[in-house]
């Protein structure tokens, strides 16, 4: 199965979990792609219109079988660089979509429930398949085992 990874990650931290589930993935005999979202000129972390972001050419997706999309949480919601994404994202209609948000807070209702809530209301409204869906708190001291469960679940579900 072909898998592409959409990521925005601005610290490392989301990138570093969709290293770990690309590895594991390929480990099942699945080609993954790493795709991670860039912002022409550089990313300013205070911008939150999502009009003034400009990204980078995104990827085709037209080729994958199934998508991963993550991102971190943003001012309790998904960053504007996801949110950008999935404003111009095409040829997602009718895949199957995991996605996962990262937080800097040791609990997922501390902004993570909300992020991932937006994230699969924009997934459906392009018509996608919601499948997974997970939360990193990285503040937690349970955040190593919710990265394998996370990773876990995903690579079962392909």
């Given at each position: 199965?072909?898998?592409?990874?959409?990521?925005?990650?601005?610290?490392?931290?989301?990138?570093?979990?969709?290293?770990?589930?690309?590895?594991?993935?390929?480990?099942?005999?699945?080609?993954?792609?790493?795709?991670?979202?860039?912002?022409?000129?550089?990313?300013?972390?205070?911008?939150?219109?999502?009009?003034?972001?400009?990204?980078?050419?995104?990827?085709?997706?037209?080729?994958?079988?199934?998508?991963?999309?993550?991102?971190?949480?943003?001012?309790?919601?998904?960053?504007?660089?996801?949110?950008?994404?999935?404003?111009?994202?095409?040829?997602?209609?009718?895949?199957?979509?995991?996605?996962?948000?990262?937080?800097?807070?040791?609990?997922?209702?501390?902004?993570?429930?909300?992020?991932?809530?937006?994230?699969?209301?924009?997934?459906?409204?392009?018509?996608?398949?919601?499948?997974?869906?997970?939360?990193?708190?990285?503040?937690?001291?349970?955040?190593?085992?919710?990265?394998?469960?996370?990773?876990?679940?995903?690579?079962?579900l392909m």
């Amino acid at each position: 199965m072909k898998i592409g990874i959409v990521v925005h990650s601005f610290s490392g931290n989301t990138l570093s979990v969709a290293e770990r589930l690309a590895k594991s993935l390929f480990e099942k005999g699945h080609e993954t792609n790493i795709f991670q979202l860039q912002v022409v000129g550089g990313e300013d972390r205070n911008q939150q219109d999502i009009n003034k972001i400009n990204l980078q050419p995104l990827p085709d997706l037209k080729g994958f079988d199934n998508l991963i999309i993550a991102g971190p949480v943003r001012g309790f919601q998904a960053s504007p660089v996801i949110r950008k994404f999935f404003e111009e994202a095409k040829d997602i209609e009718g895949k199957n979509v995991s996605m996962f948000v990262t937080h800097a807070f040791p609990y997922s209702f501390l902004g993570g429930k909300s992020a991932i809530g937006q994230m699969d209301k924009m997934c459906r409204e392009k018509g996608a398949k919601v499948g997974f869906t997970g939360i990193i708190d990285w503040g937690s001291g349970k955040r190593e085992k919710q990265i394998e469960t996370l990773v876990k679940n995903i690579t079962d579900l392909m």
